[in-house]
Each structure stands twice: as C-alpha cells, then as structure tokens.
C-alpha cells in the first residue's frame, strides 16, 4: 500500500534509515476565504473531502472526524482507529497532534496544521515532523512528502479553490 498511511521501507531496504537528518515535510496551499472557514472546512468537514480511497486504515466508505481530542476514522461496520492525539488546539489558527494512522501511539510523528491570512485567502501550512518516532524513519517521510501536496490539493478543490 503506497500512501500517507504506508510506514514500508522503501525498495531494497532491509534496516529502516535513522532519522537524523531528516527534514520536516512542508506543504503549503491557499483556499478562498477567511481563516475560520478555512480552519472549520478542514477540522468539522474533514469526511467530506479527506481521500479515505487512498489515505485510510478501512478505504471508501469509512469516515474521519475530529472528536474531542483524537482524529478517529470509522469503518462502515463500526470499526475504529484512532489516526492522532491533539495536543494543541488553537482554533482558528492551528493544532498540533501526535500522528500515528494505521499504526500505534508507540510509533507517532508530529503533525502541526497552520492557517494565516493572505492575498487570495487562507493558507494552509502542513509541517510535519518527528520522524525519529515512526518505526521507519526514512520511509515514512518520503511516503508523507509524497501524499500531503495530494490531500492538500484536494482540500483546495473542496474549498472551492483552482487545482494547483
């Protein structure tokens, strides 16, 4: 499975990399609108827009909320999982979570979503980051560095932004 859910290490590979050295992920877009839209349509609106096909545990039809203190995906049968703890909850500007998708808690990185004002609407920053707690450092960065401008760029179209 190749997406943001993926913690293989990459081809080849026997040892997973260490994660010294490796940088955060930083993606960035611009939605239409003002902050608090923008922070509402990502945080309350997420099951509308968020690619459960490609970046899920349970696939298509299950659903992704933010419920109290923990982004939790549902499963059609009832079946849950918790993707991450939140820490740091500053609506409408930023939170900050311990993000663990499709494994455990044991085996988080950090995830920190920014929303600032600028010309043509809100931008949306995404840094995520300490990889030295994932169970394979290196390959869960590159299969993040290849999902988050996918997700970001669906958000855009739900917020009812031109695709990048």
């Not at 079946?79 to 909850?89: H, Q, Y």
Request: charged share 20%.
């Amino acid at each position: 499975m190749e997406n943001l859910f993926s913690h293989a290490a990459g081809p080849g590979s026997n040892e997973p990399v260490p994660a010294e050295g490796l940088e955060p992920v930083v993606c960035t877009a611009v939605v239409p609108g003002p902050v608090s839209r923008a922070f509402i349509g990502f945080t309350d609106h997420t099951h509308l827009w968020w690619p459960m096909e490609t970046n899920s545990v349970y696939g298509p039809g299950s659903y992704v909320e933010f419920e109290e203190n923990l982004i939790l995906e549902t499963a059609d049968d009832g079946r849950s999982a918790a993707w991450g703890t939140i820490d740091d909850w500053q609506p409408p500007l930023s939170f900050h979570a311990s993000w663990y998708p499709g494994t455990t808690a044991l085996w988080s990185t950090e995830l920190r979503i920014a929303f600032r004002a600028v010309d043509g609407g809100t931008e949306v920053r995404v840094v995520h980051d300490g990889w030295e707690g994932a169970e394979d450092p290196a390959g869960t960065r590159a299969s993040y560095e290849k999902g988050w401008p996918d997700v970001l760029e669906r958000f855009v179209r739900f917020m009812g932004g031109a695709e990048a």
